[in-house]
């Protein structure tokens, strides 16, 4: 049997994931004549229909007082926590090669490995770029300006 060690980080916020809130919380647009207030019971019910279907990416909730649009809002850096939590997984065993994340109708199948362990397809370039920036050794405006251009491509 193979002795593996686990970054404590990545075991703690794994055995948290079960007891705590999601990473997202509901965002709500609307195009409605009067505000439109939703109870806790609804905001509830849509916050565990995104659980239930993660790939869902919004509802439109129909009201007699016009449309509202219900998605999804991640925090900045969600995809940092992501992205360490997948290089953990190459530190601690490498007998895996690589965690394929399948196409979307957004983003091609990417798989991340030990010398790219990112979630996004760019994910690589967006971390050179930012790591530049944190360095000092490009402007924040340079730095927004290159990772448009990444997200462009996509």
């Known amino acids: 049997?193979?002795?593996r060690t686990y970054a404590k980080s990545a075991i703690t916020q794994l055995k948290q994931a079960s007891s705590r809130r999601p990473p997202w919380q509901l965002t709500t647009i609307g195009n409605t004549d009067q505000l439109v207030h939703l109870s806790a019971e609804?905001?509830?019910a849509l916050t565990r229909i995104f659980d239930l279907v993660p790939a869902l990416g919004g509802v439109t909730i129909k009201t007699e007082h016009g449309d509202l649009s219900?998605?999804?809002d991640f925090p900045s850096g969600y995809t940092e926590t992501v992205?360490?939590?997948?290089?953990?997984?190459?530190?601690?065993?490498?007998g895996i090669t690589g965690i394929v994340f399948p196409a979307t109708?957004?983003?091609?199948e990417h798989i991340a490995t030990a010398d790219n362990p990112h979630f996004l397809p760019s994910g690589k370039e967006i971390a050179a770029i930012t790591a530049s920036h944190e360095a000092g050794e490009m402007s924040s405006e340079e730095a927004l300006r290159r990772i448009k251009d990444v997200y462009s491509k996509e």
């Not at 992205?83 to 490498?94: C, G």
């Not at 109708?105 to 091609?108: A, C, D, E």
Request: charged content about 20%; cysteine-free; overall charge negative.
């Open 1 to 3: 049997m193979t002795q």
């Open 42 to 44: 609804i905001v509830n």
């Open 70 to 72: 219900v998605s999804r």
């Open 83 to 94: 992205d360490a939590l997948i290089a953990s997984v190459f530190e601690n065993d490498t």
């Open 105 to 108: 109708s957004t983003r091609p």
